[in-house]
């Protein structure tokens, strides 16, 4: 089976901290998102990345940063927490290629609490 | 990418079959329609995927017509466990960035 590993399942951070989720796949998979899940706006992608060193902008990058050193590590960065960064985050992983692609697996989650 | 629509909410009782459409006026034609299930604090989870015509598999049918402007997610028999919020997207070629939308919420009542 696939696994999307999150580093925390819950996590609190003050105003102004620099915090980083990891996240880890162990399925060789080429593509690798950060998604956000808000209450009433579903799932918003942050960022995305198909290969290593190489990352995409999603919907909602501003307040975030990414790295990906190596192909099964995907880490998401907030510079400077802000409490409107408080949410669910959520990092997912696919293959590359049509129609392998479409599939993603997810990680738990991680619900983050900026204060 | 192709924008859909799908209902914000639907109930539904124990034993009956539910069918969710989504609406994607606009899309391409290597477009692959997928469906994802999501129950509450978990993360979404793949169901059913297809390009067109119907596709089958254990948990639920996918219904596409020829013109593929709409898709149909056919839950047979729901129970109280298939209570989740359903997402579909229209996702083609091969850069992998899956958008998804605010999906819809169903219901099973007993």
């Known amino acids: 089976d696939v696994k999307v590993t999150q580093s925390s399942r819950y996590l609190v951070k003050r105003t102004g901290e620099k915090v980083f989720l990891e996240c880890v796949q162990d399925?060789?998979?080429?593509?690798m998102f950060w998604y956000r899940q808000d209450p009433g706006l579903g799932l918003r992608l942050i960022y995305f990345?198909?290969?290593?060193?190489?990352?995409e902008k999603g919907d909602i990058p501003e307040g975030y940063s990414v790295s990906r050193e190596k192909k099964e590590r995907f880490s998401l960065i907030l510079e400077s927490a802000s409490t409107n960064q408080t949410s669910m985050y959520l990092c997912a992983s696919s293959r590359s290629g049509v129609p392998l692609n479409t599939e993603a697996f997810f990680g738990q989650g991680t619900r983050l609490t900026v204060v | 990418l192709a924008k859909t629509t799908q209902p914000i909410s639907m109930d539904s009782y124990e034993g009956q079959e539910v069918n969710i459409t989504c609406s994607h006026n606009?899309?391409?034609?290597?477009?692959?329609i997928t469906w994802y299930q999501q129950f509450p604090s978990q993360g979404p989870r793949f169901i059913i995927q297809g390009y067109k015509t119907k596709v089958t598999n254990e948990v639920a049918s996918l219904f596409i017509p020829a013109d593929r402007k709409s898709s149909t997610l056919s839950l047979p028999r729901v129970s109280l466990s298939d209570t989740a919020v359903y997402y579909c997207?229209?996702?083609?070629?091969?850069?992998?960035?899956?958008?998804f939308g605010q999906g819809t919420t169903l219901q099973v009542k007993p």
């Open positions: 606009n899309i391409a034609t290597n477009d692959y």
């Open positions: 997207l229209v996702f083609g070629g091969n850069t992998g960035k899956l958008i």
């Open positions: 399925m060789d998979h080429e593509n």
């Open positions: 990345s198909y290969d290593v060193k190489m990352k």
